[in-house]
């Protein structure tokens, strides 16, 4: 079924494996049971040519280390959703897009959770199809439509979802594969659909990082899949506030976001010209 996957749709088969990995480490930050089944049959020849670019024999390691960031940035948002559903006024948590997340299942939740994927269709049919019968650990709601769509917000209010009430919204692994206008659109429309005093969390890169040379290999990657990466953002504080939302932006590394694992030094943020990646998370205001 991996043929019915586009480019970007495909990387979900990278963090699968990826958290696949980082699963059986003894030092793991999460467990993800449900990891090895959705990798595919393509999600380890991905992960293979990542740690070659990332980790190269013949010379010492340039890029970040895709399998210590991945496992933080699982861990980092395990976190702010887990907290976001302990708050018994807010009854919502949307993924968007749900890619191969296992954490409906994997997880943990309040009763008073409803929790919506939104992706794809052949996303989401791959995944059932993977995950076998699995059964969530909540009020588990997929909304099969692209984000691209002219009307999502209206498939996401017919699978239940209420935008006069608080909701939790994450938005992992999707801003640095969009246009910057289509990034710009996206955070609107999200914004949109959310009452005050409700949750974001992202992940974006700088926009440094999309043109440094000491990234090409990684990039390189990425574009040879067809899945470039396209946007990023110097000031997230900023480019979130302009749709209504205050947030904060923190660095791998930093402290809530490392969680021993961080391998590099950690640039501050006054240093210009280095790649750099935000955790970004707030509230509608």
């Known amino acids: 079924m991996t043929e019915t996957l586009n480019p970007v749709e495909r990387t979900a088969l990278l963090t699968a494996a990826l958290r696949a990995a980082e699963t059986r480490r003894a030092d793991r930050l999460y467990e993800d049971p449900f990891a090895e089944r959705l990798v595919g049959d393509v999600g380890p020849g991905l992960l293979a040519e990542v740690r070659a670019a990332t980790f190269p024999p013949d010379r010492p390691r340039t890029l970040p280390s895709t399998p210590d960031y991945n496992a933080i940035r699982t861990r980092f948002f395990d976190d702010f959703l887990q907290r976001a559903a ?15 997340d296992s954490r409906a299942y994997r997880l943990a939740w309040p009763e008073h959770i409803r929790y919506f994927e939104v992706d794809r269709p052949a996303v989401l049919e791959f995944k059932a199809d993977r995950l076998g019968g699995a059964v969530p ?22 699978a239940g979802y209420d935008p006069k009430a608080p909701s939790t919204w994450l938005l992992e ?44 290999g990684l990039l390189d990657v990425f574009a040879g899949w067809g899945c470039p990466w396209l946007f990023g953002s110097d000031e997230p504080e900023a480019l979130f506030a302009r749709y209504g939302f205050e947030v904060a932006a ?36």
């Open 86 to 100: 302990r708050d018994t006024a807010m009854g919502q948590i949307v993924l968007a897009p749900a890619g191969m």
């Open 137 to 158: 650990r909540t009020d588990h709601r997929t909304v099969a439509v692209d984000l691209t769509s002219d009307d999502w917000e209206d498939q996401l209010v017919a």
């Open 173 to 216: 692994g999707l801003l640095y594969y969009i246009p910057e206008a289509d990034a710009h659109r996206m955070l609107r429309r999200v914004a949109g659909v959310m009452a005050p005093g409700s949750r974001i969390a992202a992940d974006i890169v700088r926009a440094a990082a999309l043109t440094l040379p000491h990234m090409r």
């Open 250 to 285: 923190v660095q791998p590394g930093e402290p809530g976001a490392d969680f021993g694992r961080w391998p590099d030094p950690v640039p501050d943020r006054a240093v210009r010209d280095v790649r750099r990646v935000f955790f970004v998370h707030g509230r509608r205001a």
